[in-house]
């Protein structure tokens, strides 16, 4: 048994305490909120923090975070349920105009879960108190304490609180968050700090949530949670217990579509997109928030120094967004973060020493991590060439091949649109999506019939660039 000390009880530092304490480890958490034990849903989701504006934005949780939970917490996954999320098996929502639908055994693997992201954390945050190796301690972290000796690699004991507590345990875990200090506190050990790679993402991100009236129900699924309109991104986020929001993907360049911003104007946006619009129109929906905007989002990872180098350290983890967060567009961030949670243990098991542990968790994070940040950054990349009013992509890059073989064919072929699903949920590899031959087949026969004019996209369920600003302009 080892004793862990967790910077930040938030998603990944509440999972990540829960899978070392039923390995029979004790773990505590520091974090400022941590006497806020309340667990109505509705107080949690109406509180601010600050910081963490992204608690009230959409939150896609995915398959693969879901297959995590059912297989290694499924008592979370039960206690989602219970608190009114909900599952969402993506196989039994085939767009209507895929017209032969064929089921394949792992397709019971392509299932979501519905949920706002303070019910996620809420319920998540029942079950670490209830663990018995898991203490929660009120506390702003302001910096670490490393032992005296300076041996190289220098050794990190613990943490000291705002209070000036210090708190000791054999392995520090940050887990707070994408504006993680750490490289602060190390400097201020006169460590040498973390390489932090980063780069923008081109969008604003603006979400607003509603509520259903009780006695109504959904509206029946088809499969178009999401549009990506070259110039807009708009989906549609079903959450639990009557609640829905969506969400819209702005392009940072784009100044004409800022007054989406007035709750009006957005609401009249949302209206006029076919698959957003049928969940307003519901009679008595009631918006809830104001439209949440968050901006100057980031994809930036941070490497440790190496162990062989000058400034290297034992003792100090970092787990979630304090090690790597990506654009949220891709709903990634509580996936990655529950796949270092479930993993930690199993290498703090096969590690011999301090040493070896920072060694073997390094390098997991290279080869399963750090890949999706190399990923995020070519996705954004793309997405830019597709340029501020949308069009054609250059032909040849993976935005073109997107646009016009993936998304059309996904249309109509539910080959392409499992392997889509299964390339946005996170199963199989970051680069899976093009590989299986039959389905790169289909999708170069659309990019044909595309380029020979002899296939035509669906009707667009939504206003092109132009109606969109002149319909925000009239409600303003
Ligand atoms: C707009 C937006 C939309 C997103 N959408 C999705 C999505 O659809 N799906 C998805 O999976 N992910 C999404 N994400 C990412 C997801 O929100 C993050 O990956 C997730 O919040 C990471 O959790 P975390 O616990 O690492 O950090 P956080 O949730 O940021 O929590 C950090 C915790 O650390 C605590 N803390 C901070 N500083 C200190 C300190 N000095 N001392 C002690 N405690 C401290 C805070 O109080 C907090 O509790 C989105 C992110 C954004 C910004």
């Given at each position: 048994m080892a004793k862990f000390v967790v910077i930040g009880g938030s998603i990944s530092g509440l999972l990540a305490s829960i899978s070392l304490s039923r390995q029979g480890h004790e773990v505590k958490i520091v974090d400022p909120t941590a006497s806020n034990t309340d667990l109505d849903l509705e107080k949690r989701f109406s509180s601010r923090q600050k910081g963490m504006a992204q608690r009230h934005h959409s939150h896609a949780f995915l398959a693969k975070l879901r297959n995590i939970l059912r297989s290694n917490f499924p008592d979370i996954l039960d206690a989602l349920l219970d608190a009114g999320a909900f599952e969402m098996p993506f196989m039994e929502f085939l767009p209507e105009t895929i017209l032969q639908k064929n089921s394949e055994p792992d397709d019971v693997d392509l299932v979501g879960i519905g949920a706002r992201r303070t019910t996620f954390e809420t319920v998540i945050l029942g079950i670490a108190q209830k663990e018995s190796g898991i203490d929660f301690i009120a506390g702003e972290i302001l910096g670490l304490v490393a032992s005296?000796?300076?041996?190289?690699?220098?050794?990190?004991r613990g943490v000291r609180t705002k209070n000036g507590d210090e708190i000791l345990g054999d392995l520090v875990i940050d887990c707070s968050g994408r504006n993680s200090e750490r490289n602060k506190w190390l400097e201020n050990l006169e460590l040498r700090g973390e390489t932090i790679e980063e780069s923008p993402c081109p969008i604003q991100y603006l979400t607003r949530f509603y509520k259903l009236p009780s006695s109504a129900l959904f509206p029946e699924p088809d499969g178009r949670f999401a549009g990506d309109f070259g110039y807009i991104k708009v989906g549609i986020f079903p959450a639990d217990n009557g609640f829905f929001s969506t969400t819209v993907g702005l392009n940072d360049r784009d100044k004409q579509l800022k007054g989406l911003k007035n709750p009006e104007a957005f609401d009249r946006a949302m209206l006029a997109f076919e698959h957003t619009g049928k969940w307003l129109r519901i009679k008595d929906v009631k918006p809830i928030t104001n439209v949440e905007v968050m901006t100057k989002l980031k994809n930036r990872r941070r490497r440790p120094?190496?162990?062989?180098?000058?400034g290297s350290l034992v003792g100090l983890i970092a787990l979630g967004d304090s090690l790597m967060h990506t654009n949220?567009?891709?709903?990634r961030g509580c996936t990655i973060s529950s796949m270092q949670a479930q993993e930690l243990p199993k290498i703090i098991d096969r590690s011999n020493d301090e040493t070896q542990l920072i060694e073997n968790w390094n390098a997991y994070v290279g080869k399963e991590i750090f890949p999706y940040y190399d990923m995020a950054v070519f996705q954004d990349a793309q997405d830019f060439m597709t340029g501020e009013n949308g069009g054609t992509p250059p032909k040849g890059s993976l935005s073109y091949v997107i646009k016009e073989g993936v998304v059309p064919a996904s249309y109509v072929d539910a080959g392409v649109y499992r392997a889509f699903i299964k390339a946005f949920n996170l199963i199989g590899g970051p680069f899976d999506l093009l590989s299986d031959p039959e389905v790169l087949a289909t999708i170069n026969k659309t990019i044909s019939k595309r380029e020979s004019n002899t296939w035509q996209l669906p009707d667009p369920f939504g206003p092109a660039h132009d109606e969109l600003v002149k319909l925000i302009e009239n409600s303003l």
């Open positions: 005296k000796n300076t041996c190289n690699p220098t050794k990190i120094v190496t162990l062989n180098q000058d949220p567009l891709y709903g």
